[in-house]
Antibody
Framework: QVQLQQWGAGLLKPSETLSLTCAVY????????WSWIRQPPGKGLEWIGD???????NYNPSLKGRVTISVDTSKNHFSLKLTSVTAADTAVYYC???????????WGQGTLVPVSS | DIQMTQSPSSLSASVGDRVTITCRAS??????LNWYQQKPGKAPNLLIY???TLQSGVPSRFSGSGSGTDFTLTISSLQPEDFATYYC?????????FGQGTKLEIK
């Protein structure tokens, strides 16, 4: 049973960089895309981007070049960096595994990242 | 981006009721439609993928149908643990997008 465990800094100030990492346990790292998704408090889900084991990435254009997703296959980790955060980036951030149909069948526990001065 | 619109946004129902939630895509997405259930403070849980295929371990009272632009999620007989928020998601083209959610509450 695949498990995703994520960690990273909590409270941020505007203009800082959000950094999160997700570890994948007990499952194949290759053959899937690995995604970051966020959910502002009380709101819906927004896809941020994804990466595969080869490092091929896709990003949501709405984040206008502020996002970088990277992978460390030696540790079965993948990471998210989001620069120049504002209060609008306050959300629970999830890492997740993506399969065919772009189904998301495994999720991390989520990390609340508030952005406030 | 493909816009996903769910209806209703909220719904009150009783245990044992049959419930249907609708999801409409702004353009055809074939059968690239997935449904999730989310409970407060938890990550979403995949229920159905490919519009109608039940994810392993999901009770058979959940079913999905549709193709093209119009899709439905049906719960045949509501159980207490089904009161949650439900999201549809299209996987047809990047960026993948989600509906705004349907909150299912106890009447």
């Amino acid at each position: 049973q695949v498990q995703l465990q994520q960690w990273g800094a909590g409270l941020l100030k505007p203009s800082e960089t959000l950094s999160l990492t997700c570890a994948v346990y007990a499952g194949s790292f290759s053959g899937y895309f690995w995604s970051w998704i966020r959910q502002p408090p009380g709101k819906g889900l927004e896809w941020i981007g994804d990466i595969n084991h080869s490092g091929s990435t896709n990003y949501n254009p709405s984040l206008k070049g502020r996002v970088t997703i990277s992978v460390d296959t030696s540790k079965n980790h993948f990471s998210l960096k989001l620069t120049s955060v504002t209060a609008a980036d306050t959300a629970v951030y999830y890492c997740a595994r993506v399969g065919g149909y772009y189904l998301i069948d495994n999720w991390g526990q989520g990390t609340l990242v508030p952005v406030s001065s | 981006d493909i816009q996903m619109t769910q209806s209703p946004s909220s719904l009150s129902a009783s245990v044992g009721d049959r419930v249907t939630i609708t999801c409409r895509a702004s353009q055809s997405i074939s059968s690239y439609l997935n449904w999730y259930q989310q409970k407060p403070g938890k990550a979403p849980n995949l229920l159905i993928y490919g519009a109608s295929t039940l994810q392993s371990g999901v009770p058979s009272r959940f079913s999905g149908s549709g193709s093209g632009t119009d899709f439905t999620l049906t719960i045949s007989s509501l159980q207490p643990e089904d009161f949650a928020t439900y999201y549809c998601q299209q996987g047809y083209s990047a960026p993948t997008t989600f509906g705004q959610g349907t909150k299912l509450e106890i009447k």
